[in-house]
T-cell receptor, first 115, second 114 residues
Framework: AQSVTQLGSHVSVSEGALVLLRCNYSSSVPPYLFWYVQYPNQGLQLLLKYTSAATLVKGINGFEAEFKKSETSFHLTKPSAHMSDAAEYFCAVTSRIQGAQKLVFGQGTRLTINP | KAGVTQTPRYLIKTRGQQVTLSCSPISGHRSVSWYQQTPGQGLQFLFEYFSETQRNKGNFPGRFSGRQFSNSRSEMNVSTLELGDSALYLC?????????????FGSGTRLTVV
C-alpha cells in the first residue's frame, strides 16, 4: 500500500525566506502525487499535482515541487515566503484498492511565517 | 462555477444520536469522496461514490454509511455517535474516478459529539 511521510510537523521561516516542505512517499507503482493547503476553518485547496509528465511541477501561489524517483521524494518549495502562506500543508499519494483509487495523506506540516 | 458545497458547516450532537451530512459536488462532477480529519489520525478516507455506486470504502465501522443520488449529490450518515466521531468531515468531488483528475474539496462540516 502507498504511504506518505512528511518530515517536520511544524516549519517556521521568516518572511521572504525560502520555504521547503518535505514529503517522501512509498509506492510500488508509479504514483500520482499532490500537495494541498488548508487554511484555518477551511477545506483543502489543491496547490499542484504530479501525474508522470514533467518532474518539476509548478502550482499556484508561486509554489513548485520536484518529483525525484530515486529519492522517492516530492518536496514543496517557494523561493520567497509571504505572510499569507501561513497554513497547513498536506502531501498525498494515490492508493489503489481493487481497481478503485483514493488519496492517502501525510500527517501535515504547519507552516508559520515570521515577520 | 460554484464549488463543492457542504451542509451544515457546524453540528453538535449527543452521543448515541445519528447525523446526516450533505455534499453537493461541482456541476458535472460525478465522483464524490468523503474524508474524516482529526488531530490524532489526520485525514482518513471514508468512501467514494460514482454514478450512485460505492466504489471504494475505507476502514471505518459500519456505523458510517453514505449514498449518492442521481444528481451526484451525496450524503453520509453516522449512527450511534461516539465521542471519537468528533471531526471535520470533508467532501471532495472529481469529474471521474481517476485520481489524475484531482479532487476539489468543500469547506467541511465540523461535527462535535458531546
Amino acid at each position: 500500500a502507498q504511504s506518505v511521510t512528511q518530515l517536520g510537523s511544524h516549519v517556521s521561516v521568516s518572511e521572504g525566506a525560502l520555504v521547503l516542505l518535505r514529503c517522501n512517499y512509498s509506492s510500488s507503482v508509479p504514483p500520482y502525487l499532490f500537495w494541498y493547503v488548508q487554511y484555518p476553518n477551511q477545506g483543502l485547496q489543491l496547490l499542484l499535482k504530479y501525474t508522470s509528465a514533467a518532474t518539476l511541477v509548478k502550482g499556484i501561489n508561486g509554489f513548485e515541487a520536484e518529483f525525484k524517483k530515486s529519492e522517492t521524494s516530492f518536496h514543496l518549495t517557494k523561493p520567497s515566503a509571504h505572510m499569507s502562506d501561513a497554513a497547513e500543508y498536506f502531501c498525498a499519494v494515490t492508493s489503489r484498492i481493487q481497481g478503485a483509487q483514493k488519496l492517502v495523506f501525510g500527517q501535515g506540516t504547519r507552516l508559520t511565517i515570521n515577520p | 462555477k460554484a464549488g463543492v458545497t457542504q451542509t451544515p458547516r457546524y453540528l453538535i450532537k449527543t452521543r448515541g444520536q445519528q447525523v446526516t451530512l450533505s455534499c453537493s459536488p461541482i456541476s458535472g462532477h460525478r465522483s464524490v469522496s468523503w474524508y474524516q480529519q482529526t488531530p490524532g489520525q489526520g485525514l482518513q478516507f471514508l468512501f467514494e461514490y460514482f454514478s450512485e455506486t460505492q466504489r471504494n470504502k475505507g476502514n471505518f465501522p459500519g456505523r458510517f454509511s453514505g449514498r449518492q443520488f442521481s444528481n451526484s449529490r451525496s450524503e453520509m450518515n453516522v449512527s450511534t455517535l461516539e465521542l471519537g466521531d468528533s471531526a471535520l468531515y470533508l467532501c471532495a468531488s472529481s469529474p471521474g474516478t481517476g485520481v489524475e483528475y484531482g479532487y476539489t474539496f468543500g469547506s467541511g462540516t465540523r461535527l462535535t459529539v458531546v
